[in-house]
């Protein structure tokens, strides 16, 4: 049974431009979290997806933004890359209601 | 807002030693808490939890107690193994009246265990 698959494993990209990572879902899971982690920190909560909607956001400006499709199967999009949101991103499902979460291994994104 | 805050690493420990890693937390409410376990180059496992006051979590010899009376869930292992070497992060969620929760994340302890 895959777990939560995340893609690509890494990314460099130049500040201005605009990145899309791509996340799917472990089996039977219907909803979808991001995180954004910098190095030596903690994961920071971005937003979380559910029935296509988003649901709830962290404290993340509008570059930050998200698409789930009807598979469960999610995008986080960031526009205007700065230097700052090099991080480890990582998705995580869970079944709506629960706390059980499953986490990928993440997308290293460098801007440069 | 919501915060959890840990000790500083790294924390490093020779083989078959005691391990505490301390966390208390800042919340409104009822939280569930968490702890998860980060090995490099990979992502979150979730090693135990706990989900209301006096709660205890365990899992492969690690264990944590909800103290709502402290604010505390401090992660215990009476003999660590080399292989926990690993980043080990505490978390809180809570319940949102919509239902949709982001957990909220300690910085994380780096945990070093020498043979």
């Known amino acids: 049974d895959a777990g939560v698959t995340q893609s690509p494993t890494h990314l460099i990209k130049t500040r201005g431009q605009q990145v899309t990572l791509r996340c799917s879902p472990k089996?039977?899971?219907?909803?979808v979290s991001w995180y954004q982690q910098a190095l030596g920190q903690g994961p920071q909560f971005i937003f979380q997806?559910?029935?296509?909607?988003?649901?709830q956001r962290g404290n993340f400006p509008d570059r930050f933004s998200g698409h789930q499709f009807p598979n469960y199967s999610s995008e986080l999009n960031v526009n205007a890359l700065l230097l700052g949101d090099s991080a480890l991103y990582l998705c995580a499902s869970s079944l709506q209601g629960t706390h059980g979460y499953t986490f990928g291994s993440g997308t290293r994104l460098t801007v440069v | 807002g919501d915060s959890v805050t840990q000790m500083e690493g790294p924390v490093t420990l020779s083989e078959e030693a005691f391990l505490t890693i301390n966390c208390t937390y800042t919340a409104t409410g009822y939280p569930s808490l968490f702890w998860y376990v980060q090995y490099p180059g990979e992502g979150l496992q979730l090693l135990l939890k706990a989900t209301k006051a006096d709660d205890k979590g365990s899992n492969k010899g690690f264990e944590a107690t909800y103290r709502k009376e402290t604010t505390s869930f401090h992660l215990e292992k009476g003999s660590v193994q080399v292989s926990d070497s690993a980043v080990y992060f505490c978390?809180?969620?809570?319940?949102?009246?919509?239902?949709?929760?982001?957990?909220?994340f300690g910085k994380g302890t780096h945990l070093i265990i020498q043979p």
């Open positions: 089996s039977g899971h219907d909803t």
């Open positions: 978390a809180l969620i809570k319940r949102s009246g919509g239902g949709a929760d982001g957990l909220t």
């Open positions: 997806y559910y029935e296509e909607e988003e649901r």
